[in-house]
Nanobody
Framework: QVQLVESGGGLVQAGGSLRLSCAASGGTFSSYAMGWFRQAPGKEREFVARISRSGSSTYYADSVKGRFTISRDNAKNMVYLQMNSLKPEDTAVYYC?????????????????WGQGTQVTVSS
């Protein structure tokens, strides 16, 4: 059983930056690909970014490509999401998730464990 705890959310002006962190415990962290998802009010949860088990491969939603960077530190059981050039449409609750699936997957159903989420609000 893997427990995930996100942190780092907050209120930021458009054009600003935030760094989200996700601490993992209770499992073999390096056995899981990790993803970030987000959910805005009234909308479905959507994929943001994914990183492979080793950290050598990343994949992004088109809406964040070039602005967000996902990374991980397997020695610390941590995954990060650096968010730059933030836009009001990035406002959402951000979740980190762990997946046993090796191939790239962007569907929430393919992720096995989830954190509780952290709120990101971008003002215009």
């Amino acid at each position: 059983q893997v427990q995930l705890v996100e942190s780092g959310g907050g209120l930021v002006q458009a054009g600003g930056s935030l760094r989200l962190s996700c601490a993992a415990s209770g499992g073999t962290f390096s056995s899981y690909a990790m993803g970030w998802f987000r959910q805005a009010p009234g909308k479905e949860r959507e994929f943001v970014a994914r990183i492979s088990r080793s950290g050598s491969s990343t994949y992004y939603a088109d809406s964040v490509k070039g602005r967000f960077t996902i990374s991980r530190d397997n020695a610390k059981n941590m995954v990060y999401l650096q968010m730059n050039s933030l836009k009001p449409e990035d406002t959402a609750v951000y979740y980190c998730a762990a997946s046993r699936v090796v191939v790239i997957t962007t569907t929430p159903q393919r992720y096995d464990y989830w954190g509780q989420g952290t709120q990101v609000t971008v003002s215009s």
